[in-house]
Structure formats: structure tokens, C-alpha cells
């Protein structure tokens, strides 16, 4: 605890996901005022036909 | 705002999830009286030895 | 099977969850030619201080 | 209801997702007596890298 | 990890949310032969008027 | 779109809340490249019974 789930859409470096861990969690962590240790974080990759804003698909935009 | 995830076994094809989209928007839009431009739509799709139902996968039914 | 979970501020009324459920139930049936008896919904209704777009608070907007 | 959704570091086999899917099944079942086809369980297989831990990914420890 | 999220209607008692939390989490360390320690779950409760099945909202039923 | 979930025991302030969506979405937009006004945070508080770690309900430990 706290459990952070993040959905974005596919195509991220792992150096970005390495830097979008180690920056949430210790955003996290400061405003909380908890430990890193306690973080947790879940990513989940779209593919640009699995999200959809306004009623579009995010592929067709 | 409202922010919909919804969970299917995979296999739709592009068309059934530019329907789903279009027409979930509107049904939200028009129940809670928000602009369609508000909703955002996650789809995830399931694999079927990734779903159980009465204890059983659904590739096993 | 599908699953939706809706993420929504709170303060509906019960007339606009009723047609929630009913509308996104049919767009779903429709566009996946599904049964409706096949749609589980989930609504969770979300304090204004407890969503936040841009980095801010929604009660601060 | 209940459904359940259990996210897991990816690689298990289909025997293990069918124990997994019949034995939480039933300890749900019996802690809540509610009946065994009441509830729905969502596997979510993470790969390691979109997973972290103390600001960690998976794949990187 | 893995990490678990049930959603249930609400009502339960503090000793069913007990026995919940020791069930699954003994079923899941036996099905993935992963340490007990490892599981967390997280319990949502619902009320009535925030679950819908077949278009119809759990209280209408 | 990136949309965050944070799962959080209850108990925050409002404070802490206006840190956490101002600092997580800054990580994001940092780390991903994207621009603040594309993240979404919805924040859930869970009371400390409906939170288990290793078995054990957070409010027994």
C-alpha cells in the first residue's frame, strides 16, 4: 500500500518505464509520507484500438 | 470523467470496437447528462484461459 | 462477461443509474451481439477530492 | 458477484491458472456463502517490466 | 504480487472479511506456489444501487 | 490518457491529496513525455477492513 494501477498507451521505452517508476514512487512516498518500500505499481500497455475518447477509437483519430 | 473500463474475450474485430466506442459514449452521455467529449474508454481484452467462471476457465467450457 | 466498471463523480440520482445501467447494457449487447444477461456493471462513485485532471484537484476547479 | 480481478507476474501454466481459478472459487464461496457460480475471476498477466516495487521494476531486480 | 481486487456487495461481517482475506490468500499461495506474504488484497464494497446485472440494477431486483 | 489509480488506505488530508495529484502527474508527464493536461488520478480510500496483506486484515495488525 498504495497500490498505483497507470494505463497508457503502448509504445514506451523501458528506460521511461524505469523513470515513470522511480518518479511515481517517490512522489508517492513524499506526499504520503510513507516509505518507497510500500509502493506498488501496476502498468498496463493499450494498444491504440483498446482506448477510446469522445467516442473515437484512439487509432482512428 | 466518467472513465469506463471494460473487460471482453478477446477476438472483436476493429468495426464491433468503433461500435462499442460510439454507442457506449452516447449511452453514457445521454443517462448522466455529460458531454461525450467527457468519457474516456479503456478496453482490455481477455485471453480465454484468463477468465474463470463457477470456478472453471472459459477455455475449458 | 463483459465486465464494465464506470468511474463517475458522485451525486447521481437513482433514475440516472437506472438508465445508465439499462442504456450501457444495450450499446454493449449491440455492438458485441451479446446477450444483455451477459453484462455485469460496476459504478463507482468518486468524492470531488478524490479525482484529479492537470494536477488538480476536482473540488479546486 | 463477486468478481475478482488478481493481477500476476506473467509465465504461469494452465494447470496453475486452473487451480488458482477452482480453488479461489471456492474459498469466496465459503467465506462469504454465497454459491460457487456467483463469482467471476480476471487473471491480468503483468510482464516484468511493467511491474515495480520500492521504485524497482520487476525486471530489473 | 500478486495482487488481488474483489468487488462485492456490501453488508459482510468484519469475521467474513476475515476469513476472505485468509482463504484467498492461502488459495492463491497453494495455486501459484508463491509465499503468503506476497498476496494483497483489496475489498470493494458495493452498494446496491452501484452493481447492475442484465441492465437492471442489483437493488430493482 | 496516461489514467492513474491509487489505491490508499483512508486518512489523508485534503493537503496531502492536492500533493499527491500535483507530484504524480508531474512524474508522469516527466517520465512519459506528455503533457500534464492528459493526466487523469482517481484516488480510492479503502477502510482497514477492506485492505489484507499476507492473510491478515489491516485493521488486526
Chains 1, 2, 3, 4, 5, 6 share one sequence.
Not at 503502448?10 to 518505464?17: I, N
Not at 493499450?46 to 483519430?61: T, V
Request: include cysteine.
Amino acid at each position: 500500500m498504495p497500490i498505483v494501477q497507470i494505463e497508457l498507451i503502448e509504445g514506451r521505452t523501458l528506460d521511461q518505464k524505469r523513470a515513470l517508476a522511480e518518479k511515481v514512487t517517490k512522489a508517492i512516498a513524499e506526499s504520503l509520507d510513507c516509505p518507497e518500500s510500500a509502493v506498488s505499481i501496476i502498468m498496463r500497455e493499450l494498444k491504440p484500438d483498446n482506448f477510446a475518447k469522445e467516442g473515437k477509437l484512439w487509432c482512428d483519430k
